[in-house]
């Protein structure tokens, strides 16, 4: 998937603001969402900057804006059946989500970024070496499979399940075995492409079982797959296409539980669940990665995190002017005090600062509130307009 601080990175060096930014990722995720007001209150987030990023990625591929809707429409057509129900097993996840989110965001970044070397250098490789590449490629596909998706493969057939009307024990459904939940959705004649992956067709619990048995043999250059009583045979390149299509499969129900995330936003609060879509429960290296995306739609680079007993400060750098003399009115200081309440929203911390820095003068002004206040904001007993007022300003130098 492109790297979407990458792409804001670029965006930025080639002078696009912030609202050009803005424009074309709501442009972007609209033929997703029933709440367009949605992204455009959450569009900031890392969340939805990184759904724009997977569109970028899969631009070329036709099939994926209807494999998406097809896994949308089950969440909504659950919601419609029997909404309470539906929101109850969605909830359930949100703990789960960001708990697989901890997981995978090392081991996506690591394995990945070796698999990819590792195949774009193939000739230069080994015996050993293309060995080695063969096993790390069967592995990821074991661990994505079973740490992401197969989590998510239960609450969506609870969710199928409940539109089609029938009994469910989401308690039952968690202990069912991951192939007998794919064939369930199977015969259900839905999310075809997302279970029966690639060239191939072959089931993604197969898929997972042939990794996790290791029902495998390598030789030179090819690796044979043996699941129930079939072969077949690939080489690494073959390899790394089914690669592709299982990792496509585990972006898009991603995806789609974020687009129902924010497009439900409004609901959680109705049945006293999460009051808005943001995970609580990431780690801090996921939450500073999140944070240093959503800097960069407004032209900071996040330069620190800094945590203490009683408060988180970050120390933002402008990347639009070089200098507090070029800001006159004080936008861009004041703009750098609106990412109090989501770095509150993240750390839940019991007070927040801001640090803004310049190229020219370092770190040269402060904001900070104390939590007490973000969570009146957050619970809706105060206005945007009080929430502001409890910022504190200070300087931190005397040139100004």
Known sequence: MADIDDILTYLNENNFKSDDIKKNVVQALSPYFLDISAINKFWTTPELLTFFSFLITYGTDKKLHDDLL???SHYRKA????EQTAFSIFDKGFENFSNIENMMSSMKTKNKQTILASIN???DLNKNEIFDLFSEIMDYIGKIIDLSITPQTREIW????IHKNKQIDFEKIKLMKFGILVQNIIDANTLRNIYLPGPLGIRLSDWRNISYHHDYVINDNSVTCSYKDKQFTLTINELSEHLHFIVRSLNILYIARLVISFDNSEKFVKYKTLNN?????????????GLKTSLLTQQFRLEEVTRTEDCVTITVFDLSINSISKDENMERRIHSSQFLFQVWSQYRSKKVEVKYSTLNDGKCFSSSIESGWCESFSNGDISIEELASKVKFTKLIKTF
Do not use: G, K, M, W
């Not at 609870?158 to 399940?161: E, G, P, R, V, Y």
């Open 79 to 82: 919601f419609l059946s029997d």
């Open 121 to 123: 250098s193939i000739e």
């Open 158 to 161: 609870a969710l199928i399940s």
């Open 277 to 289: 879509p943001l995970n609580t429960n990431l780690i801090d290296r996921v939450l500073a990665s």
């Open 70 to 72: 097809e896994v949308l």
